[in-house]
DNA sequence: AGAGGCGAAGAGGTTACGTCA
DNA sequence: TCTGACGTAACCTCTTCGCCT
């Protein structure tokens, strides 16, 4: 299992609160500029030339080895029961070259549901026709890919979660699976990567919200106890306007209470501390008085 | 045996790009 | 040369469905 980075998504969310400093990248790797639908992040449909040195190899050929004619040269373990992704000896190859290959000589790979196998026939999309023969084969298999298919697929993820052609080909060539299959195990990978990337920056923010909560809780008492003191010390505050005029001094961050500000504070970090000053003198003064 | 999770795959929609009249 | 219609490819999101625990 592996760990996306954040920037596997096109957000970027930076949040500041003064108690957080709160930055989510969730940019894709340069290399994949997003340009999907506005709605979320997406990849580059084109992105030619992006993949060339991507497919893992292995030195002596394809990393693993499901689709021999022998059934012992199936990976036993890796395999719970049929494996739907060995291809008879040249089965694939007749659909090398393009995506429309996606009607499988493989009956096990059938991936025609009941439901749906007509539509398919009825309007065959630019690589997702489904082929009569597999259509007659009835009611698709659908099993994992073994884990050395997964592994694989997860390198090749890891460099790049875009798929040009020519690599989908190579992969589903060196995997012994449907071009069609790649790209789809592409696809779900990248919707499973965005969820959990959700799921994580969900909890981020609300742990940020409880952060900034709680903060505007403190300023708030902040607020009532210099009214307070207003109050029972108005002599304090005779020179100065009222204490939301109070700023912050940009260069030595202290506050200031002079009457050209505008009032806004940048850092209330760095306020409440000097504020805390004015606090402790305001109550030696109503002490000594 | 049934429920729920997970993952493979289908369907439909969106976007970008190329072609052509 | 510009432009709009059209086709295609790649992708995303939602959904279905089979297998496994």
């Given amino acids: 299992m592996m760990m996306m980075g954040k920037d596997d998504l096109g957000l970027s969310l930076s949040l500041s609160s003064p108690n ?24 580059s449909c084109h992105q030619k030339g992006r993949w060339n040195d991507l497919v893992v190899h292995s030195e002596n050929g394809p990393v693993l080895d499901v689709g021999g004619a022998a059934s012992e040269s199936r990976p036993g373990p890796l395999l719970r029961g049929v494996d739907v992704n060995w291809t008879p000896p040249g089965g694939e190859e007749r659909n090398s ?6 009607s499988s000589q493989n009956s096990t790979l059938s991936s025609v549901s009941g439901k749906r196998a007509g539509q398919d026939l009825q309007v065959p999309t630019s690589s997702r026709g489904v082929s009569d023969e597999e259509d007659a084969e009835g009611s698709r298999k659908k099993l994992r890919l073994s884990k050395d298919q997964s592994a694989v697929l997860e390198e090749s993820f890891k460099a790049h979660n875009t798929l040009d052609p020519k690599q989908k080909q190579a992969l589903a060539k060196q995997l012994n699976l ?9 696809q779900n990978r990248r919707a499973r990567t965005k969820l959990k990337q959700t799921e994580t920056d969900r909890e981020v923010l609300k742990r940020c919200c409880e952060t900034l909560t709680e903060e505007n809780r ?9 009214r307070g003191l207003k109050l029972s010390v108005p002599q304090l505050y005779m020179h100065t306007t009222a204490p939301t005029t109070l700023s912050l001094c940009p260069s030595c961050e202290r506050v200031s209470n002079s009457a050209t500000t505008t009032g806004v504070i940048h850092r209330s970090r760095s306020f409440s501390m000097p504020i805390r000053r004015v606090l402790s003198s305001a109550h030696a003064n109503r002490s000594s008085s």
């Fill in 178 to 186: 449907r071009p069609r299959q790649v790209e789809v195990w592409f």
């Fill in 20 to 43: 957080l400093n709160l930055q989510l990248n969730l940019m894709p790797p340069t290399s994949s500029p997003a340009s999907g639908p506005s709605t979320s992040p997406s990849f």
């Fill in 97 to 102: 070259g393009e995506d429309a290959g996606a």
């Fill in 218 to 226: 403190r300023l708030q008492k902040e607020v009532q106890e210099l």
